[in-house]
């Protein structure tokens, strides 16, 4: 697979046009394993780190079927599905769409909550052969009889970890209940634990698998750091981090609750470094311009809950700080993955206070490593970082052979 190119792929010529516009050469090892696969028909279930490439790795195949294919389109009808857990995401999983099947004749739309319904109702009712859809307002739709799913050939689950957790594995089976038997079926993953395999390989039939990284492993040019402080130290140092930053460099800040990430954004503010906060209260149309502002580097700094976590493909993101670890050890994978994409090198910091040692220890069983200590800030917690060495829950990394 070292010597594949996009070029070597048997994509129809109108992608490959694309593709060579935007000068991509070389697939990456996900889409290099995963495009021929699809291509062929097969289910498959992919599992590689963040920012490695997956959302091409669907909808490419899913493009040049619809090419080799075509039908008139259906009104309420969609050929392909792809849920998504966020409106980010549905939006970049859109957009993509859009780039790669710029010289194909098909249309495509996005379906979500927090905006009305009605463009999305038009647009539908126009018929549509892509559908990207959040859950909830995906069945809302259903229900009211603005959908119809009974003729999905391509079922897209990406981000399948967070899509079959609690909160959305009930939304997921409705949606499965909904659609035909006989369709090729693509979940794409950065984590993948053995319950959610056990799911997937409940709704996929006889998947081919498709692994790059063993599953919550972190971006291998991440630099990750750890800093043990104390809980009303964490502003002083968050500042002490972002002030080394260089003019254009953009930094993520993950809080744990919306109320936490905008007393962050106003405090920065308030000490001169540009920032806002983006969650899940915000409507779509703030957030949306909040991320346009943060990519364009009119705002260094963007303050986020975990809603940013995935979804939010900004390159030029150089530094992640966890002021909050998550809640979620596998959460971490992903908010550090916001840096270090598309092969550039970024870092990420994450604060630990004395209330937080038992996160930090879940993080770090869920990456099957130890972040490396900064013990040279300012306001390092020498006796939390011994205890937390000493530890019982310190495991060597595994070995990949």
């Given at each position: 697979m070292t010597n594949t190119t996009f070029a070597s792929l048997p994509l129809a010529a109108p992608i490959q046009r694309a593709l060579s516009e935007r000068n991509y050469q070389t697939p990456t090892p996900i889409q290099a394993q995963s495009i021929p696969l699809l291509l062929k028909g097969r289910d498959l279930l992919g599992c590689a780190q963040t920012g490695t490439g997956k959302t091409a790795s669907f909808s490419l195949p899913i493009l040049h079927s619809l090419h080799e294919d075509p039908k008139p389109l259906r009104p309420r009808q969609p050929r392909a599905l792809v849920l998504t857990p966020t409106r980010e995401l549905a939006m970049?999983?859109?957009?993509?769409?859009?780039?790669?099947?710029?010289?194909?004749?098909?249309?495509?739309?996005?379906?979500?909550?927090?905006?009305?319904?009605?463009?999305?109702?038009?647009?539908?009712?126009?018929?549509?052969?892509?559908?990207?859809?959040?859950?909830?307002?995906?069945?809302?739709?259903?229900?009211?009889?603005?959908?119809?799913?009974?003729?999905?050939?391509?079922?897209?689950?990406?981000?399948?970890?967070?899509?079959?957790?609690?909160?959305?594995?009930?939304?997921?089976?409705?949606?499965?209940?909904?659609?035909?038997?006989?369709?090729?079926?693509?979940?794409?993953?950065?984590?993948?634990?053995?319950?959610?395999?056990?799911?997937?390989?409940?709704?996929?039939?006889?998947?081919?698998?498709?692994?790059?990284?063993?599953?919550?492993?972190?971006?291998?040019?991440?630099?990750?750091?750890?800093?043990?402080?104390?809980?009303?130290?964490?502003?002083?140092?968050?500042?002490?981090?972002?002030?080394?930053?260089?003019?254009?460099?953009?930094?993520?800040?993950?809080?744990?609750?919306?109320?936490?990430?905008?007393?962050?954004?106003?405090?920065?503010?308030?000490?001169?470094?540009?920032?806002?906060?983006?969650?899940?209260?915000?409507?779509?149309?703030?957030?949306?311009?909040?991320?346009?502002?943060?990519?364009?580097?009119?705002?260094?700094?963007?303050?986020?809950?975990?809603v940013a976590a995935r979804g939010v493909d900004v390159r030029a993101v150089s530094l992640v700080i966890n002021f909050d670890l998550p809640e979620e050890p596998e959460a971490y994978v992903h908010r550090i993955g916001r840096t270090g994409r598309a092969g550039e090198s970024g870092r990420a910091i994450s604060f630990c206070t004395p209330e937080q040692q038992k996160l930090l220890v879940e993080v770090e069983k869920t990456i099957r490593k130890s972040i490396p200590v900064d013990e040279a800030h300012p306001w390092h917690l020498a006796d939390l970082a011994k205890q937390h060495g000493e530890g019982p829950q310190e495991k060597p990394p595994r070995s990949k052979g």
């Open positions: 970049q999983v859109g957009k993509s769409f859009a780039d790669y099947g710029t010289h194909l004749r098909f249309r495509h739309a996005l379906v979500y909550g927090g905006v009305g319904q009605q463009p999305q109702v038009k647009a539908l009712q126009q018929g549509v052969d892509v559908l990207v859809a959040c859950p909830g307002r995906l069945l809302d739709l259903v229900e009211q009889g603005y959908i119809d799913l009974s003729g999905v050939e391509f079922f897209v689950l990406d981000e399948v970890d967070r899509m079959l957790d609690m909160g959305f594995v009930n939304d997921v089976k409705k949606v499965v209940s909904l659609i035909p038997r006989k369709r090729q079926s693509l979940f794409f993953s950065a984590t993948l634990a053995p319950p959610i395999v056990k799911l997937a390989n409940g709704i996929l039939h006889d998947p081919a698998e498709v692994t790059i990284e063993p599953e919550t492993t972190t971006a291998e040019k991440v630099d990750q750091s750890l800093c043990f402080v104390p809980g009303d130290k964490r502003r002083q140092l968050l500042q002490h981090f972002l002030l080394q930053q260089k003019e254009g460099e953009l930094s993520i800040v993950f809080s744990r609750t919306k109320y936490g990430a905008d007393k962050l954004a106003r405090f920065l503010k308030r000490e001169g470094i540009g920032a806002e906060a983006i969650h899940g209260n915000r409507s779509q149309s703030q957030r949306e311009k909040t991320l346009k502002r943060f990519r364009n580097g009119r705002v260094p700094v963007l303050v986020a809950t975990d």
